[in-house]
């Protein structure tokens, strides 16, 4: 098979001691959407990540547990394993580089390097950093520390054997200048070319004495040496493809590697290092390595010191995998820096996911089925729902090219906003009431189930799950043999039934600190615009009849104390149905923001239920809960009109739930 034809991503493998945090997530969740992506595009696709095992810190660990330093990779590997399993990671294989083959195949470079005259044992004194591995020239280092964790360093002397690293400087400068996507995105490229172009670059120190360190892989021409964490670390990308395919050994069929997705803290490991590596072993370099940048949380560099350490299993038990995968990816480009914080997390899942993505599946669905029978009909999409869809697919070709995630998400949610649009433009429930509109009807059903097809397939590769559930709603299901083609591709929804589930994305309501009760609502006069949802007032008594042409009742005043009692809150429509036995009565769900409630509302001669989802209305936030017809109403909508409801009161602009209306 020829290299166009494969599609190879790779995560940096990952240090066995660290716990994994947000910044494990983001890279992985990144590999898996792009190798997703390419299965749709019909590529052979290979997706590795895994652990790096060896090293001081392991042995130390190990040594202070009390046990040896194999058993204590074992103890861990599960972390990341089942986390992985957790987000629905989809990768080709698993590396630890305790792995038997993965160390021979280290041994055969090492020799190789070696036969080259390319490694040469010389003295060394230099400033060793043990938390990083790795030694420090004297002018990096101020005051004592090492210049990256900041910790204190020791000074050492020793024999170690050197890797002539600084003699592919120059070839290495050309290869970053001749391939502009080697190095991505571009401002790291400039940082790692204006690191080769004003410092010379030295030899590098592949090996660690066996008296001082023996967790590791040894040298194949010195058995009193291990080699440098690093050297071992980064060949697993090629050593993998030798002994871990699945269905048979691929050799290096897969080489060079698309993308490496590093972290842009290891980045000059990769693009130094590891391409150096390579043109001494004569293989080719990857076609790019993106480092992307680090999560802050509300503001702060994240460390254990500090407690803000953002533990992903934490967020998918709150959040679930899939929205969490969605924010990692929506909310910051890929490549620049971002903030963490539960509340835009919240945010994201209320407005994207819930708001938007939920309730155009739900309405869509409900619509098949009271209007359809529960069967999608036989409609055909109009010309201008196969240009948004297919300019849309295109969009997201052009974006995850270039690792733009977040644009890729707004071009996708642009077609979820418009459907949801097209749906108040085009109003099913009107249309259901036209004896002669029946072919009009089927073809906006049928242009819904269409949509919610499209998005079930270029949306799987962020969030699997979830999308599987959207096509296993409409009665279609997940494919493994789908391609990105399916996804404008129509046919095989006519007559299909759907099979309408629970909430696809439940709204986060977030309770504030130290809420007090809602109050009740005083005796005083209620708003007269309102379609109210409280017991109906007694009535008045009759004038006497001996009263000639009195002038109308003037209402009775209240003031400003009475008036400011009153809590009057914008509330956007999540929900809407009509009450069983009852021509008037609709029960809606509503979010005030914080909260989420549930009102009935005599709004149903005016409105049908479909027509209210989405809309932002005012409501009485602190009326006394009341039950109408047995459901319990915890406020009361605001509209104009009599004895006929003539329509509700609601905004000109965007106002997010739960403001205050004066």
Known sequence: MTTHETFYITTPIYYVND????????TTVAADVLARYWRLRGRDVFFLTGLDEHGQKVQQAAAKAGIDPQTHCDR?????TNLWQRLNIAHSAFIRTTDKPHQTV???YLQQLYDKQLIYKADYTG?????DERFWTEKDVVGGLCPDCKRPIEQLSEHNYFFKMGQYQERLIEHIWAHKDFIRPESRRHEVLGFLKTQKLGDLSISRPKSRLSWGIELPFDKDYVTYVWFDALVNYMSALEYLP??????????????HLVGKDILTTHAVYWSTMLMALGQPLPHSIFAHGWWTV????MSKSRGNVVDPNKMIDEFGGDAFRYFLLREVPFGYDGDFSKTALAGRMNSDLADDLGNLLSRSLTMIERFAGGVIPQGNPTQDLSDKAGGMVGSVIGYLALLNFTKALEAIWDLVQSTNQYIDRTAPWKLAKQPDAKAQLDEVLFHLAAVLKTLGIILHPFMPSKCEEILRQIGLGWNPSFSLDAATDWKDLRGRTIAKGTSLFPRIESKPQGAKPVSETPASPQPTAAASTAAPAAPQSAAPVTTPAAAPAQPAQISIDDFM?????AAKVLAAERVPKSEKLLKLQVSLGSEQRQIVAGIGKKYEPEALIGKTIVIVANLKPAKLMGIESQGMVLAAGDSEVRGLATFVEDVEPGTKVK
Do not use: M, S
């Open 127 to 131: 400033w060793y950093c043990t938390f």
């Open 298 to 301: 509300d503001g702060e560099k």
């Open 106 to 108: 280290v041994q055969r």
């Open 565 to 569: 009692k009153i809590q009057l809150k």
């Open 76 to 80: 861990l590997a599960p972390q990341f």
């Open 19 to 26: 716990v994994p945090h947000i910044g494990h997530a983001y």
């Open 246 to 259: 699945q269905e048979q050994p691929a050799g290096l069929r897969y080489w060079p590697a698309n993308v």
